[in-house]
């Protein structure tokens, strides 16, 4: 997570965006960008800052944080700062029309899913399915497994032991400005825009 800093007088810094606002239209629109990075995102931060200030949590990284608050303001808001730092790291503006992952997390998927096709159908219908604000998130166990979580709100799959690879984020906020209620549309266009590179980063291979 190198684009989140932390300033000892200021507490946590927006994530720098690896591309300008307009630069993954017509996936998702320069609005969408404005407000779900530049007001929510922000949001998050403030509040992650005032809620731990002169707190114990001042004192432990983001996913500390978010690995042991209890569930309640702090978990969320420390949840969506993690969460929305690693969605917005995600995307790219110069994926390539064939866009779908290659080397170690190819193998990986073919071993765990059977193929590709299949990890976007499942993660499709599990996004279609979750009812409410949460998330979708390809995710990695100890034993270097892949597997579809479903997150609540502002949980993230850390808590539950497991590296979050790929996130889907399905609150409307995410989605709304651009395809109103047709999340399915949004989630399959997301594909387009996968920085596969990025997501095998963060595995453990
Ligand atoms: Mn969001």
């Known amino acids: 997570m190198s684009i989140l800093t932390k300033n000892s007088i200021t507490g946590y810094q927006m994530p720098a965006l690896g ?18 990075y530049g007001k929510h995102l922000q949001t998050y931060i403030d509040n992650l800052n005032k809620l731990i200030e002169g707190s114990e949590y ?23 700062v993690l ?17 779908r992952p290659e080397g170690a997390l190819s193998s990986a998927i073919r071993f765990d899913f059977g193929n590709f096709d299949t990890l976007k159908k499942k993660m499709e219908e ?7 604000s949460g998330w979708v998130w390809l995710a990695q166990n ?21 590296t979050p690879l790929y996130g889907i984020d399905v609150w409307e906020h995410a989605y709304y ?13 997301l594909w387009n ?4 590179e990025m997501i095998e980063s963060r595995m453990d291979i």
């Open 83 to 99: 969460n929305h730092t690693l969605y917005f790291e995600q995307f790219t503006p110069f994926a390539p029309a064939n866009n």
């Open 126 to 132: 599990t996004a279609g399915a979750l009812f409410g």
């Open 142 to 162: 100890e034993g270097g497994k892949l597997d579809i979580v479903r997150c609540h709100n502002g949980d993230n799959p850390i808590r539950r032991g497991l």
């Open 193 to 196: 825009i996968v920085d596969w």
């Open 58 to 80: 001042e004192k432990l990284t983001l996913r500390e944080i978010v690995r042991q608050a209890p569930e309640g303001p702090l978990l969320n808001n420390a949840g969506q």
């Open 177 to 189: 400005l651009d395809y109103q209620n047709r999340r399915a549309e949004h989630v399959k266009q």
């Open 19 to 36: 591309y300008t606002a307009s630069a993954l239209e017509p996936v998702i629109s320069k609005a969408t960008i404005e407000y779900h």
